[in-house]
Nanobody, 114 residues
Framework: VQLQASGGGLVQAGGSLRFSCASS????????MGWYRQAPGKQRELVAR???????NYADSVKGRFTISRDNAKNTAYLQMNSLKPEDTAVYYC?????????WGQGTLVTVSS
């Protein structure tokens, strides 16, 4: 499975960005898809996940600001990020869980300026 992530970039605080993560195969049977992020000097952390029945969970720090969704027909998941804060600055990674295997997209830098 290959995951192709797109989006990210530089934005001012309060702005919005949208990520997409396209899978090379059907996502219908994936356990979940999601995004993790890693800020400089910190461990990688979960941002959001969406499960195959569209159940979602979010890190407390992004609840109410980020929304994850998926389009099974396009084999793509999306992460809409609103009200961005400087502390959201990190490299973001798309992730897919299939059975016991994890798959990762390339990291994408998000920089939020104050």
């Amino acid at each position: 499975v290959q995951l192709q992530a797109s989006g990210g970039g530089l934005v001012q605080a309060g702005g919005s960005l949208r990520f997409s993560c396209a899978s090379s195969r059907s996502i219908f049977s994936f356990n979940f898809m999601g995004w993790y992020r890693q800020a400089p000097g910190k461990q990688r952390e979960l941002v959001a996940r969406i499960f195959n029945l569209d159940t979602t969970n979010y890190a407390d720090s992004v609840k109410g600001r980020f929304t994850i969704s998926r389009d099974n027909a396009k084999n793509t998941a999306y992460l809409q990020m609103n009200s961005l804060k400087p502390e959201d600055t990190a490299v973001y990674y798309c992730n897919a869980k299939i059975s016991t295997s994890d798959y990762w997209g390339q990291g994408t830098l998000v920089t939020v300026s104050s």
